[in-house]
């Protein structure tokens, strides 16, 4: 097992461009789900995918979206940033249901928008 | 609306204290599943616990107990004779699948471990 790897570590943009996160997966965990967590608050869910498919969304707008591949990788991508999505950004995977495994997080993406 | 509550912002204990971090939780959802989460300095969450709607046992695993109580809906988790290294934000969180799945995450509490 190589855990949940993120790219990149820190990330700094323009408001009002796109971004694009990326993560990969431990092998087999076809569960994947992205967090966003301002300093010192709790991780917001933004969306989940299950085998390539999203199968639940949190309060963010259409600009969030993602994207699930075989490989076990997947995207966050935002656009037309704004100041307030300056956050870590977390990735989280599991084998199966995260109901019955919990989630295996990485270390996450340190997004500023200036 | 579903909603986690950690009312305990900061805790500061002394090494081979007992110490307990609360959670209450709020879902008309039948079927859910709580967990905890430990999140060190390096950011990175780790899954400590989780337990189903359905089962209230509560249990010990090492240092560590946790307290499920449906009918106060709180799900309590104890470090039992804490140590420096448990110093870190802990996150209560709830899962459910009613309408696409989601897992809504608690503010945390920060629990500070002094030698």
């Known amino acids: 097992e190589t855990g949940v790897t993120q790219s990149p570590t820190h990330l700094i943009k323009t408001r009002g461009q796109q971004v694009t996160l990326r993560c990969s997966s431990q092998?087999?965990?076809?569960?994947v789900s992205w967090y966003q967590q301002a300093l010192g608050q709790g991780p917001q869910f933004i969306f989940q995918?299950?085998?390539?498919?999203?199968?639940g969304r949190g309060n963010f707008p259409p600009r969030f979206s993602g994207l699930q591949f075989p490989n076990y990788s997947s995207e966050l991508n935002v656009n037309a940033l704004e100041l307030d999505d300056s956050a870590l950004y977390l990735c989280?995977?599991?084998?199966?249901?995260?109901?019955?495994?919990?989630?295996?997080f990485g270390s996450g993406t340190r997004l500023t928008v200036v | 609306a579903q909603k986690v509550t950690q009312a305990q912002t900061e805790i500061s204990v002394v090494e081979k204290e007992d110490v307990t971090l609360d959670c209450v939780y709020e879902t008309r959802d039948t079927t859910y599943y709580l967990f905890w989460y430990k999140q060190p300095p390096s950011g990175e969450l780790v899954f400590l616990i989780r337990?189903?709607?359905?089962?209230?046992q509560n249990e010990i695993s090492g240092r560590y107990s946790w307290n499920f109580q449906k009918s106060t809906s709180s799900f309590n988790f104890t470090i039992t004779a804490s140590q420096v290294v448990d110093s870190a934000v802990y996150f209560c969180?709830?899962?459910?699948?009613?309408?696409?799945?989601?897992?809504?995450f608690g503010a945390g509490t920060r629990l500070f471990v002094k030698a």
């Open positions: 995918y299950y085998r390539e498919e999203e199968n």
């Open positions: 337990r189903n709607s359905f089962d209230e």
């Open positions: 092998s087999g965990h076809n569960t």
């Open positions: 989280a995977s599991s084998l199966g249901s995260p109901f019955s495994y919990g989630y295996t």
């Open positions: 969180a709830l899962s459910l699948n009613t309408g696409g799945f989601k897992t809504i």
